[in-house]
């Protein structure tokens, strides 16, 4: 525990503190009294995601990669793995270094969590069901993944990370935890993201056509970050090891989606098809029956309600783009 005067604080470390949801974690933890200890080298996380946090004195960041090795001074209650290249744009790019965040930073991570006698939960993902056969996911599917394949390197890092997440549960007794995160949006997404929402979103309020792959016909469901985050939170809080879906299980086509994206920016945009990438999913939803039953959990913002908060995020920076153009 750090003492702050008479109060008591557990200390939690956040990798990826300065990516997308690793800030709102922060956000979160430092809300419900925690101090929070951030990690990140920066790769693609960014530095106006927690500017917010500056001057806030439950904060600290050390700034490395989570593929070194993490030294931490004093006591830590929880370690929150969220370190990793995260967009088929990112990993596409450094493919390597994914590899590493998953293989390497979830080992150095479990490792501080053992000797600090800590809980912890990595931030796994949808993309360990790869391009699935069973529709929609429960936890209890293994996946049907292409090992070799452009993806390759996201999916079967976080494959790893979940093995080896497992295996320091059984045989070094770390209080793990395992979130399978599905699609979530939301403010503090890049604008050059490469998935669906930042997209879509950035070619509406440009006026560009936005660019759907294949037929468009491919299903996806989308969950807001703070749905998301309350998920997470939730999980961190029980005493159950195995992975479990956070996500929001509404469906609908990627072509929906952006026809959705055009009518609430009121944009002139048009759609344009363009191959579809290699392995790229044909479906992709939750089965939050887990969730449900051991957290209590289930999404509440709607999907309008949330990309009408997500646009407007949008909308500014764009904006600050512009200024910063002219």
């Given at each position: 525990?750090?003492?702050?005067?008479?109060?008591?604080?557990?200390?939690?470390?956040?990798t990826?503190?300065?990516?997308?949801?690793?800030?709102?974690?922060?956000?979160?933890?430092?809300?419900?009294?925690?101090?929070?200890?951030?990690?990140d080298?920066?790769?693609t996380?960014?530095r106006?995601?927690?500017?917010?946090?500056?001057?806030?004195?439950?904060?600290?960041?050390?700034?490395?990669?989570?593929?070194?090795?993490?030294?931490?001074?004093?006591?830590?209650?929880?370690?929150?793995?969220?370190?990793?290249?995260?967009?088929?744009?990112?990993?596409?790019e450094?493919?390597?270094?994914?590899?590493?965040a998953?293989?390497?930073?979830?080992?150095?991570?479990?490792?501080?969590?053992?000797?600090?006698?800590?809980g912890f939960?990595?931030?796994?993902?949808?993309?360990?069901?790869?391009d699935?056969?069973?529709?929609?996911?429960?936890?209890?599917?293994?996946?049907?993944?292409?090992?070799?394949?452009?993806?390759?390197?996201?999916?079967?890092?976080?494959?790893f990370?979940?093995?080896?997440?497992?295996?320091?549960?059984?045989?070094d007794?770390?209080?793990?935890?395992?979130?399978?995160?599905?699609?979530t949006?939301?403010?503090?997404?890049?604008?050059?993201?490469?998935?669906?929402?930042p997209?879509?979103?950035s070619?509406?309020?440009?006026?560009?056509?936005?660019?759907?792959?294949?037929?468009?016909?491919q299903t996806?469901?989308?969950?807001?970050?703070?749905?998301?985050?309350?998920?997470?939170?939730?999980?961190?809080?029980?005493?159950f090891?195995?992975?479990v879906?956070?996500g929001?299980?509404?469906?609908?086509?990627?072509?929906?989606?952006a026809?959705?994206?055009?009518q609430?920016t009121?944009?002139?945009?048009?759609?344009?098809?363009?191959?579809?990438?290699?392995?790229?999913?044909?479906q992709?939803?939750?089965?939050?029956?887990?969730?449900?039953?051991?957290?209590?959990?289930?999404?509440?913002?709607?999907?309008?309600?949330?990309?009408?908060?997500?646009?407007?995020?949008?909308?500014?920076?764009i904006?600050?783009?512009?200024?910063?153009?002219?």
């Open positions: 525990m750090v003492t702050t005067g008479k109060i008591e604080k557990p200390v939690a470390v956040v990826g503190a300065a990516g997308f949801l690793g800030s709102h974690l922060s956000d979160r933890l430092l809300a419900e009294g925690w101090r929070v200890i951030g990690v080298n920066f790769l996380g960014s106006d995601n927690i500017a917010h946090l500056a001057n806030n004195p439950g904060f600290d960041l050390i700034e490395q990669d989570v593929s070194k090795y993490i030294a931490v001074a004093g006591p830590v209650s929880f370690v929150f793995h969220f370190a990793s290249p995260a967009s088929p744009i990112d990993y596409a450094y493919p390597v270094k994914t590899l590493k998953g293989s390497l930073g979830t080992h150095n991570t479990l490792g501080l969590a053992k000797g600090k006698k800590a939960l990595l931030a796994s993902t949808s993309e360990i069901y790869g699935p056969l069973v529709h929609p996911q429960p936890e209890s599917y293994w996946g049907h993944v292409n090992t070799i394949g452009p993806r390759g390197c996201y999916d079967e890092a976080k494959r990370a979940e093995a080896i997440t497992m295996a320091y549960l059984r045989e007794k770390v209080d793990t935890h395992i979130a399978r995160i599905f699609n949006y939301g403010p503090r997404m890049r604008l050059r993201d490469g998935r669906v929402v997209a879509f979103v070619q509406a309020l440009r006026g560009e056509p936005l660019t759907v792959f294949g037929e468009g016909k996806r469901s989308f969950c807001y970050v703070s749905d998301l985050i309350e998920g997470i939170w939730r999980l961190s809080r029980v005493d090891h195995e992975p879906n956070i929001n299980p509404t469906e609908l086509t990627v072509k929906q989606f026809e959705m994206i055009i609430i009121g944009s002139a945009s048009r759609l344009v098809y363009e191959p579809l990438p290699q392995d790229d999913p044909k992709r939803r939750p089965d939050i029956t887990r969730a449900k039953q051991l957290l209590g959990w289930e999404p509440k913002v709607g999907l309008e309600e949330g990309l009408r908060l997500t646009i407007e995020f949008f909308r500014g920076r904006g600050q783009v512009l200024a910063t153009a002219r």
